[in-house]
């Protein structure tokens, strides 16, 4: 490697749980690539974590693309020298009713959200190996993949349910290589995308945002939604030596919305 810090790959950096896991990462010490389709955003998110005295590189991809997902992780180690970690954050979502998901909704999200993650991971697990073995995957996935009711729509929890299985499977078959592989599972999260379920979801049911927020924390027996800071403390520490021993398994940070 380029230097003795390792090196994690975010993507979906440009904004909420992914810009947060980036910047936390770079605190702890950690060279961070950034990948994002919004190339702009990720440039900041790096700026922004080379104050921590760093290195960090922004790389726009499609992670729905196989071909750039190849093109994203050979840039990395190319610019850093190797690849010890990899958070595949980015996904994608809309609110929707059952009956009104189109094929286009269900190929949008499955392209992202499912596809996305399993070649990222693919491509990352084949750089790992290739460096001698070592190295940790974690996965964001969602509530929603566990049956959460209050989920964005059915297509998205579908999607989130296959990350949950892929995480579970993946970590048996990648063991051999001293790989582990985690997700995260969050519960509501003030991010971007939540934001704008709620002003949707505000709208069509002709309440404010602020009605629409207090409906959505509601039921959390924390009676707070997450910050995208706490998602990322959990990646922080699924990727440090005191998790060296974890694999397989899925961690919902909610706030004690779903207990399984």
């Known amino acids: 490697?380029?230097?003795?810090?390792?090196?994690?790959?975010?993507?979906?950096?440009?904004?909420?749980?992914?810009?947060?896991t980036a910047i936390a990462m770079a605190e702890a010490g950690r060279n961070v690539a950034c990948a994002d389709i919004n190339l702009e955003a990720v440039e900041t998110v790096a700026a922004t974590a080379r104050q921590h005295g760093v290195e960090?590189?922004?790389?726009k991809a499609d992670v729905g693309d196989v071909a750039e997902i190849d093109e994203m992780i050979a840039a990395v180690v190319a610019e850093l020298g190797g690849l010890d970690v990899?958070?595949?954050?980015?996904?994608?979502?809309?609110?929707?009713?059952?009956?009104?998901?189109?094929?286009?909704?269900?190929?949008?999200?499955?392209?992202?959200?499912?596809?996305?993650v399993f070649f990222c991971l693919q491509g990352a697990a084949r750089q790992m190996i290739a460096q001698g073995g070592g190295g940790r995957i974690i996965n964001i996935a969602?509530?929603?993949?566990?049956?959460?009711?209050?989920?964005?729509n059915a297509a998205y929890a579908a999607s989130k349910g296959a990350v949950i299985s892929l995480t579970k499977t993946a970590s048996q078959q990648l063991a051999r290589h001293d790989i582990t592989v985690n997700s995260v599972c969050p519960g509501v999260t003030r991010t971007e995308i939540?934001?704008?379920?709620?002003?949707?979801?505000?709208?069509?049911?002709?309440v404010t945002e602020d009605q629409m927020v207090e409906e959505f924390t509601k039921d959390i027996p924390l009676r707070r939604a997450n910050d995208p800071e706490d998602i990322a403390a959990?990646?922080?520490?699924?990727?440090?030596?005191g998790a060296r021993n974890i694999t397989g398994q899925c961690y919902n940070v909610d706030g004690g919305l779903v207990t399984s």
């Open 1 to 20: 490697m380029a230097n003795e810090r390792e090196t994690v790959l975010v993507t979906g950096a440009g904004s909420g749980i992914g810009r947060a």
């Open 56 to 59: 960090a590189m922004a790389l």
């Open 86 to 116: 990899i958070v595949n954050n980015a996904g994608v979502t809309r609110a929707a009713y059952i009956m009104d998901l189109t094929e286009q909704d269900w190929d949008w999200m499955h392209r992202v959200n499912a596809k996305g």
């Open 142 to 152: 969602s509530i929603a993949g566990r049956g959460f009711a209050g989920t964005s």
């Open 194 to 206: 939540v934001n704008s379920l709620v002003a949707t979801r505000a709208k069509e049911t002709g």
């Open 234 to 241: 959990m990646v922080v520490f699924l990727a440090s030596p």
